[in-house]
Each structure stands twice: as C-alpha cells, then as structure tokens.
C-alpha cells in the first residue's frame, strides 16, 4: 500500500509544482531564520563577548569581514543589557501579530500572490535594516519589519500551497510550511556558531536580505492560486492554471467541477435565450451573482464569528493552533540550552543545533502521515506524546536523572513534528470555504503568536517561582502535561477529520451550504 501511493504521489506531483512549493515556502523559511537570527550571536551583538576563542576558520572569516567596506562603518556590537535585548526580540513577535492579522484580508482581496509579494518586500525591509543597524533602535524597527513579513507568510502560504497541491497530497505538502520553518531555524543557528564573534554577526542577518531578494525574484513569475482565480477572476483562466501546475496530461475535472458548476447555469441562458427581454434579465442576473460572489468570498472576521455556519470551524482552527504552543514546544526550542547546559557534555550552541536537525528530519520524516493517519489522529498522537513527554521530563529533571531529561527532549521535539507542528497549518483550508479562509487563517496565526508570547514571556517566570517556592526544578512542565490534557479533549470533542474530504459541507457533514 505504501509503495501504491508514493507511485499515485509521484504521478500527481510535476516538476513545476515542486518548483511553486519551493519558491512560496521562502516565506516560512525565513520567519524560521529571523525567530532564530539573535539566539547564537546574542552575547556579541550585546557587546558582551568582543571575540570568541579563535578558530583557523574564525580567523579567516574575521579576516575577510575586517577586509569588507560594508561593516568598516558600522560597531562591532550594540550595548545591550537582557531587558533591552528582550524587547528588541518581542518586537518580531508583534509585527509578526500585526502581519498574521492584517495579510489574510488582503491576500482574499487582492490574490495569494500580491500578497506574498508584498510578504517578500517587508522581509527585504526589515533585513536590510537589522544589517546596517547601529542602535537598539534601529534594530528593533528591522525587527517588526521581518516579523510583518513573518506573520503575513505563515497565513498566505499555507493557503496558497493548500490550493496549487493535489488533492490527496495536501497532507503531505501543507507539511512543507513547518518543515521550511525547521529549514530556516537551522541555518541560522549554523550560521550563528561560525560567526558569533566580532561583527560577523552581520554575515548571519545580511543572509535574509538574500533569502528576501531571492524569493521576491521567484515570486514575479509563479501563478495566482488556480483556487483565487475561479472565485474571483475567469474560471477558465483557473484551469488554465491549474492544468500548468498538474501537467499536461493529469486530468483536473474532479478538481474543476465545483467551479464548473458554478457559471455554467449562465453559459446556458446566454446560449439558449435568445430574446432581449431574456437576454437582458439573464445579464442582469449574472452581474448580480457574480457581485454576491464577490461578497461572499471576501468575509471579515467579525463577519466570520457572527455567522453560526462559520462559528465551529474557527474555534476548532484557533483553538487547534494554541494546542501547537501551549503544549510547550517553545519552551525546548527556546531555552533548551539553559534547560540541558549541565546535563550533557556538549557546546550549548552545538546543543541547539542537533535539537534542530533533529525536529527537521523528524518533520520531514513525519510528513506523509496526515494524509496517510488522517489529521485528527496526528494532532492527538502528538498531543498525548508531548504531554506524556513533559511530565516524563518534569519528573526527571526533579529527581535529577540527567539522560532520562535529555532523552525526553528528543522525544518531545519528534512528538510536535508528528501532528502539533504541520497540521494546524493545514486545517484552516480544509474547515472553511474560500470566501472565509482568509479571514480564519489571520484569527489562527494572531492567535498562534499571542500564545507563542505567552509561552516565551511567562515560562522563564513561571519555571523560576516554581524552582524556588517549591524547590527543586521541573515543575513548571507539569503545568505543560495538564495543558496538553486540555488540548487532547479540545481536539477530541471539537475537531473534525478532514482527510478524504472533498469540500467543507462534507467535513462538517452537512448535505447543502446554508448560505
């Protein structure tokens, strides 16, 4: 059965799909880059280590940034105490809320790929200044500019790719979105081990100008979503589209047959009425459904949580995406060098690395197994796998069984790249129609990036205060444990199986839209 549907995989999959994938997932891969880009060179850009022990490749890359025009002007660090340098990295953070808030309207507007043009502008933006920065300032604009970028490229390439990907590989290529995350968290911090001394860091931020250019670049000659397209533009400019993307010789009508569907009751008056009287009422007609059209496939969120038919699908999308932090991922990711500095005899830095090789191959390892498992049973796998993961943590970090701790993060990490890390990325597509996913993909990211704040501003607080009035350490991943209960029984009595489904009315098992 397996080697079946990697042949029905690669069938359905052209070259110039993979080359769309490639180009989009740009995006995420630099929200992975910019949420990781101050991780390693923290202490250098802060002016807290001038220079690292030298290295014969450190030398010559000191060398050669010594040698370059382009940093000669420009400190070697930023004085910086942790206060300051906490609020230059949650400036990411709140531009990334203000992209996921403000792309989906546009993207539902205006099309997919103005929209994620204008993602790859803000991301030129904002590395351009985080490059040539010289003040906290300065900085921390750079800093909201690739977090707009951030946030608007984590609404709008979910969708797009949900759109341009075979039905029956949406599973596998709505992956994509968090295995180019991985990507892109794990250049930086590579990058971050080589050349976080002196100002080399720079090298590390001017790679997203390039990333940035090189995505804008790509983006001038990829097509609208074929999706977009028949909703908003000319159906036959859609399969037109769609047909290029599939291949020449795919058959696309169970695809096209919705839209089909839709304009061909007005193809047949315009044929067979031929009267003026008739031809006239059948114009006026169709402009007046073609305008309804419009309306519909533009809601806004305030429009999308008023309506009951609606209602459902966002509170299982929002609450679906909290699930993905509030079961504590960002508390390894973020502060697992703190969390294992003493448990294993290896570079903190190097550390967060192998963390990060490790969630990406296990990402891409677990792709295939939304549309294989179905989503419902990867988001609970992954949730009963993390919660048990952090009460097996909390209890080893407490009774100080140092690789047991170690061991329990590997586990915690493969566990979120099971269903918590790509699915929620995907199932906003599936649990509305095209005139609400805009708008459901926005209220899902903002709320993601609400919780990621929650997560990263309050687990140092909250794991400290535990520490000290309880004693000991690791109780705070007891509260993580009981939050992943919640989230499992959330996702158990709330979410619907979307997999096999071949529109909303059937995920939601209704038998006709109400609209």
């Not at 891969?29 to 030298?54: T, Y």
């Not at 203000?98 to 507007?109: C, Q």
Request: aromatic share 8%.
């Amino acid at each position: 059965m397996a080697s079946s549907g990697l042949r029905q995989c690669i069938r359905d999959v052209s070259p110039y799909l993979i080359l769309l994938v490639a180009i989009s997932t740009l995006g995420p891969l630099q929200f992975g880059f910019h949420l990781a880009e101050l991780n390693a060179p923290q202490d250098v850009i802060s002016c807290r280590v001038k220079q690292s022990l030298s290295s014969r490749i450190s030398s010559t890359l000191s060398s050669l940034t010594r040698s370059s025009g382009t940093t000669a002007a420009l400190p070697d660090c930023i004085p910086m105490n942790d206060a300051q340098f906490a609020v230059v990295s949650s400036m990411f953070t709140l531009g990334g809320l203000v992209g996921a808030l403000g792309s989906g309207p546009i993207a539902s507007a205006k099309g997919r790929l103005l929209a994620m043009r204008l993602t790859s502008l803000s991301y030129l933006i904002g590395s351009v200044i985080e490059t040539l920065s010289s003040a906290i300032a300065v900085l921390a604009i750079g800093r909201v500019f690739s977090g707009v970028g951030a946030g608007a490229a984590t609404v709008i390439v979910p969708i797009y790719i949900s759109e341009i990907a075979p039905p029956r590989e949406r599973g596998t290529f709505g992956a994509m979105t968090q295995v180019s995350i991985n990507i892109g968290i794990l250049i930086t911090q590579t990058m971050g081990y080589f050349l976080s001394y002196g100002s080399a860091w720079r090298w590390v931020l001017s790679a997203g100008v390039i990333i940035a250019a090189v995505q804008f670049l790509g983006l001038l000659v990829i097509p609208e979503s074929p999706a977009w397209l028949a909703a908003n533009k000319s159906v036959s400019t859609a399969r037109r589209t769609l047909q290029r993307i599939r291949g020449r010789n795919y058959n696309i009508e169970e695809e096209t047959a919705a839209w089909d569907s839709a304009v061909s009751s007005e193809e047949e008056a315009a044929l067979l009425d031929e009267s003026p009287v008739a031809r006239e009422s059948s114009r006026r007609d169709s402009t007046n459904s073609k305008s309804d059209g419009k309306n519909n496939a533009h809601l806004g969120f305030f429009e999308v949580i008023k309506d009951p038919l609606y209602r459902p699908a966002l509170i299982a999308a929002v609450g679906v995406m909290c699930a993905q932090q509030l079961c504590g991922i960002n508390s390894i990711i973020m502060y697992s060098v703190s969390l294992l500095r003493d448990l294993l005899p290896i570079n903190s830095a190097l550390l967060t690395i192998i963390i990060s090789a490790i969630n990406l191959i296990t990402t891409l390892a677990c792709s295939p197994l939304p549309d294989q498992l179905g989503r419902k049973t990867c988001l609970l796998i992954s949730i009963v796998g993390q919660g048990a993961s952090a009460l097996a943590l909390a209890l080893s970090i407490l009774f100080d069984v140092k690789i047991l701790s170690a061991v329990t993060v590997l586990f915690f990490v493969a566990f979120f790249a099971v269903g918590l890390g790509p699915v929620p990325f995907i199932l906003a597509s599936e649990l509305v129609g095209q005139e609400a996913v805009g708008a459901t993909q926005s209220a899902c990211l903002g709320a993601n990036y609400i919780a990621t704040f929650l997560v990263a501003q309050f687990f140092p607080i909250i794991n400290v205060a535990l520490n000290e009035r309880l004693g000991g350490a690791g109780w705070v991943y007891f509260i993580f444990t009981a939050l992943a209960a919640l989230c499992g029984l959330f996702v158990l009595w709330r979410v619907p199986e979307t997999r096999g489904k071949k529109d909303v009315d059937e995920v939601w098992g209704r038998t006709r839209r109400l609209d």
